[in-house]
């Protein structure tokens, strides 16, 4: 058997309203706005999990003898 590790991420979803003239003024507003102000009422309790990869774990010691190689 081999050692694979899982990448995983975390996300939330959720809308910001933004009143503007244009798209670019809305942008931005958002990227000149702290996070915290942004985020502020919005529900963190059930975030989205998602695989991002799947690797094998080349460092797994069970594969490797005391000088680094392959058994």
């Given amino acids: 058997m081999?050692?694979?590790i899982i990448k995983?991420?975390?996300s939330y979803d959720f809308n910001v309203e933004i009143e503007a003239r244009s798209a670019e003024e809305a942008?931005?507003?958002?990227v000149d706005t702290p996070f915290e102000k942004l985020t502020k009422g919005c529900d963190f309790s059930e975030p989205s999990l998602s695989i991002k990869d799947v690797v094998l774990n080349d460092y797994d010691p069970r594969f490797y003898k005391d000088d680094n190689k392959l058994r």
């Fill in 27 to 30: 942008k931005k507003i958002l």
């Fill in 8 to 10: 995983l991420s975390k």
């Fill in 2 to 4: 081999k050692n694979f």
